[in-house]
């Protein structure tokens, strides 16, 4: 599809042979069995789930910050066998670092925007976690209202630090246009988080639960992930 071949000038395929160490993969295990762009981008008609990957972490004040966490990840998901075999998976390597981080922001928005409108779901392996906003802008290009979630101790609203990895959900709870219909910040640590900023949460109704509320009512928390986007620190 033209949309796809589009976006393959923004990843770079997965080296395959480093990641599993020459080592190749069994019969039933991930890496062998979804559809990895390697030397061709892969056909991505049934499709379900796409992952990305994206090492970018200059937000987080790294001057050559981009990260291996992407292919840390799939060393260890390659390995793991495959149970669903309803759900078909692609999985299309990693976004090409920009010039700027803010150029790696618009990259991975773009590759998001096109996969979201083939309606394919996206797994984004990621750098640090402002690239939460890029994903956020992706559903913004579209005028689409959601719901999104975010897993992590801290609550990146650090309006005092000059990087964005401390500051950015500012931009995604107050921009404007803003197309945000509820959000869930889940599993934030007491200790890490003034209280001014749990009661302005409030105020906006927004839901937040501290890690022991999660331990002792996980189940609570499936419902909340599935119906949302979601990002994980």
């Known amino acids: 599809m033209p949309d796809h071949l589009n976006i393959s000038d923004f990843l770079d395929p997965v080296d ?130 959601i719901e999104a979630s975010c897993i992590d101790a801290l609550i990146d609203l650090n309006l005092d630090s000059p990087f964005r990895h401390e500051n950015f959900l500012m931009e995604v709870l107050t921009g404007e246009p803003n197309y945000l219909r509820h959000y869930n910040h889940i599993g934030f640590q007491s200790y890490y988080v003034h209280p001014r900023m749990l009661e302005t949460m409030d105020k906006l109704r927004f839901d937040c639960f501290r890690v022991g509320h999660v331990k002792e009512n996980i189940e609570e928390m499936e419902p909340v992930i599935r119906n949302s986007l979601c990002t994980c620190q």
């Open 16 to 145: 395959i042979h480093a990641i599993s160490q020459d080592e190749g993969y069994k019969d039933g295990q991930l890496g062998k069995t979804i559809a990895i762009y390697q030397e061709e981008f892969p056909d991505l008609d049934d499709a379900q789930l796409v992952i990305v990957g994206c090492g970018e972490q200059r937000g987080s004040g790294l001057i050559h910050g981009h990260s291996p966490a992407p292919d840390i990840i799939r060393r260890n998901l390659y390995n793991l066998y495959y149970w669903h075999q309803d759900i078909t998976i692609a999985d299309l390597g990693n976004i090409k670092a920009g010039s700027l981080f803010t150029d790696s922001y618009a990259a991975l928005k773009t590759v998001v925007h096109e996969l979201i409108n083939d309606g394919k779901t996206v797994i984004i392996l990621g750098g640090s976690h402002d690239l939460t906003l890029a994903q956020y802008q992706a559903y913004v290009e579209n005028k689409r209202a």
